[in-house]
């Protein structure tokens, strides 16, 4: 493993130089997301083609196993549920995996650049291809592989839901998490609430995280379902190369353990009767899927 060696630090960033290959990185905290978060260079580092062939998400295998419980739970007659993504930065990969699920799907995020992306997406604008997201989708899905504008068509069902959802700002730390009647929402409580590796970034303690995760909590609808995404075990990521700096951006990230998560959740309501959980512990991430206590 290669020796990381802080060089300096100012106004809670560092400076930081991988003495094996000399490559500068730099260090952010959950404060410095609005400022120098680059949502492309995420994109392009978690989900392009080449970030495909070399390693693939965990969420692209759990959230389309979460996906395929709920819908064969939901009876046909009531498929008209409502999902909200809380910090999906600049993916649309939850409404990739619940386009079949719900009728309508909100996307959320607390950075105006993931959000711009978000939008992009929507009106067809974005320079970048779900291609190779949307095949390992369907390949957990099951069923003959994609071909043509068949990819064309599993998107747009997605944006579909989505615009019948819509885009808008969130903010864990906000005790409404959004600003409902700004947004023109009617719905303040949802029936399935997806959050990914938010908590862990936006949160710098574990009381903001309690905190947070209960205003979660409150937006969904009782006997609703929680999918949550961790990263355990960990304090740092990675969110790629920054185009403006060349530098490889590193956040921290807030220290977790799965028994903690499940303290959180019991306080918060959640019905641990419920609780199933996929995780990979070599990989340091966590997806747990639980109701709501009705």
């Known amino acids: 493993m290669a020796f990381t060696k802080i060089l300096n630090s100012k106004s809670g960033t560092k400076d930081v130089v991988n003495e094996e290959n000399d490559e500068d990185v730099i260090i952010f905290t959950a404060n410095d997301y609005k400022t120098e978060f680059d949502a492309k260079a995420y994109l392009n580092f978690y989900y392009s083609k080449e970030a495909m ?88 899905e099951g069923g003959l592989p994609l071909v043509g504008k068949q990819f064309e068509d599993f998107e747009e069902k997605a944006r579909e839901c989505v615009k019948k959802g819509g885009i808008f700002k969130s903010d864990v730390h906000s005790d409404e998490i959004c600003d409902w009647d700004e947004c023109g929402i009617e719905e303040k409580e949802f029936d399935i609430l997806v959050s990914v590796f938010c908590l862990e970034s936006a949160c710098s303690n574990y009381d903001e995280y309690k905190k947070s995760l209960k205003r979660l909590s409150n937006i969904i609808k009782p006997g609703g379902k929680l999918i949550l995404g961790s990263v355990v075990e960990d304090d740092t990521y990675n969110s790629g190369v920054n185009s403006k700096s060349g530098k490889s951006t590193i956040f921290t990230l807030l220290h977790l353990t799965e028994k903690f998560i499940k303290e959180c959740l019991e306080e918060v309501g959640m019905n641990m009767n419920t609780y199933k959980e996929y995780l990979l512990g070599n990989e340091g991430v966590l997806f747990l899927m639980v109701s709501k206590k009705i």
């Open 53 to 140: 062939e070399t390693g693939t998400r965990l969420s692209l295998f759990a959230l389309p196993m979460f996906a395929h419980i709920i819908k064969n739970s939901i009876p046909d007659s009531n498929k008209k549920c409502t999902l909200i993504d809380i910090g999906a930065g600049p993916t649309v990969y939850s409404a990739l995996c619940f386009r079949e699920v719900v009728e309508k799907i909100y996307l959320t995020d607390y950075v105006d650049q993931s959000l711009n992306i978000l939008k992009s997406w929507q009106n067809r604008t974005l320079d970048f291809d779900w291609k190779y997201v949307i095949k390992i989708i369907k390949r957990t």
